[in-house]
């Protein structure tokens, strides 16, 4: 048994299989998580009882250097990060999100 999977020819299977799972699955997530920005976009407002929240969180970060609330969530960093490429917070916030 242990003689058929050290054969080259699974081991070849074996390496291609690995190099196609990485890819496969980044095309995955992208495509979900463009299909979920989509679906956010749709609505000019934020999406959630606390989609104005972190709006107001990240302004507060951008404008004072700091979040407002001293128990921010680490995931506002990447909201703040996102902020600084969309030129409209609550997009921004909507991209993370759709992407969490």
């Known amino acids: 048994m242990s ?3 050290l054969q080259p020819s699974n081991m070849r299977s074996h390496v291609l299989t690995h190099r196609l ?3 496969g699955l ?18 000019d407002y934020a999406w959630g009882m606390d989609g104005y ?9 951008r404008t004072k250097g700091r979040f407002f609330s001293p128990d921010s969530s680490p995931v506002l960093y990447g909201m703040v990060l ?19």
């Open 21 to 23: 799972i990485w890819p």
């Open 3 to 5: 003689s058929i999977l």
């Open 26 to 43: 980044l095309l995955l997530v992208a495509l979900i998580g463009a299909a979920r920005f989509a679906y956010l976009n749709e609505q």
């Open 82 to 100: 996102c902020s600084y490429i969309f030129d409209d917070i609550v997009q921004a916030n909507k991209f993370c999100a759709a992407f969490l």
């Open 53 to 61: 929240y972190y709006a107001a969180q990240v302004n507060s970060f």
